[in-house]
C-alpha cells in the first residue's frame, strides 16, 4: 500500500516526464506519457476552452466530481447527463450556451487527465529508478555473502548476519514492490479509458 501512495503522490518537480523511455520500462504498454487529444475527442477546438473553462464555477464543480479516479462509467454518465440539462428548457430545448458549457467541461476533463498522466508517468519512472536501487542492493549483498562464505567467516558472525539480513529484507521489498508494477502500469490505461467515456458522451450531446 505504501508503495501506491508513493505512486500517486510523488512530487511532480519536472515540467514533463521525458520523451524516451527508462532503459528498463517495466510496462507492457508502449511509452507515450502524452495524452493524444485526437484519438480521444473529434469534437469543436479545445484551444480557448483549455484557457476559460476554470472561470466557471459551475464547470469546476462537475469537472472536480467527473475526474475522481474512482469513479465509474455507470456513475459518471448521469453526472454528464445532469450538467448537460442544466443547459436546456426542460431537458428537451437547448440553449445557446450549452455547446460551450459542454466544450468547456471536456476541457476542464481534458486537463485533468493530462496532468494526472504526467504525474502518473513520472510515478512509474521513479518507481523503476527506486527498483534498480534495490536491485544493486541485493547484487552488493550477495557479493558480500559470497566474499565472507570464501574466507569461511561465521554465520553468526555480525557481519554475516548483517550481510544476510540485508540480502533478506531488500529481497522482500523488491518483490513486493514488483507484484505492484501491473498496477501502476495500468493506471494511465484507466485514466484514457475514462477521458474516452466522457468524451463520448459529451460529443452525443454536440451533434
Known amino acids: 500500500i505504501w508503495v501506491i501512495t508513493f505512486v500517486i503522490t510523488i512530487d511532480?518537480?519536472?515540467a514533463a516526464p521525458?520523451?524516451?523511455p527508462p532503459k528498463k520500462w517495466p510496462c507492457d504498454q508502449v511509452y507515450n506519457p502524452k495524452l493524444n487529444l485526437s484519438s480521444i475527442w473529434q469534437g469543436p477546438e479545445i484551444e480557448q476552452a483549455l484557457k476559460d473553462w476554470w472561470k466557471?464555477?459551475?464547470v469546476i464543480k462537475y469537472v472536480n466530481i467527473?475526474?475522481?479516479?474512482v469513479l465509474k462509467e455507470e456513475d459518471g454518465v448521469p453526472i454528464i447527463e445532469e450538467f448537460a440539462k442544466k443547459y436546456t428548457y426542460f431537458g428537451i430545448l437547448k440553449k445557446s450556451e450549452q455547446k460551450e458549457m459542454l466544450v468547456y467541461l471536456f476541457a476542464g476533463l481534458y486537463q485533468?487527465?493530462?496532468d494526472r498522466r504526467n504525474r502518473q508517468y513520472l510515478g512509474i519512472i521513479k518507481f523503476v529508478e527506486r527498483q534498480e536501487?534495490?536491485?544493486?542492493?541485493?547484487?552488493?549483498?550477495?557479493?558480500?555473502?559470497?566474499k565472507y562464505r570464501k574466507e569461511k567467516l561465521d554465520e553468526k558472525d555480525p557481519k554475516y548476519v548483517e550481510a544476510?539480513?540485508?540480502?533478506?529484507?531488500?529481497?522482500r521489498v523488491f518483490d513486493q514492490r514488483t507484484r505492484l508494477t501491473e498496477y501502476i502500469c495500468e493506471e494511465p490505461v484507466f485514466n484514457t479509458q475514462r477521458l474516452g467515456y466522457q468524451a463520448r458522451k459529451i460529443m452525443s450531446y454536440l451533434q
Do not use: V
Not at 66 to 69: C, G, Q, R, V
Open 12 to 14: 511532480c518537480s519536472m
Open 18 to 20: 521525458p520523451e524516451k
Open 56 to 58: 466557471n464555477d459551475d
Open 66 to 69: 467527473l475526474s475522481n479516479p
Open 112 to 114: 485533468k487527465a493530462k
Open 133 to 146: 536501487s534495490f536491485r544493486k542492493a541485493i547484487g552488493s549483498s550477495s557479493k558480500l555473502i559470497r
Open 164 to 171: 544476510t539480513s540485508q540480502l533478506e529484507w531488500n529481497t
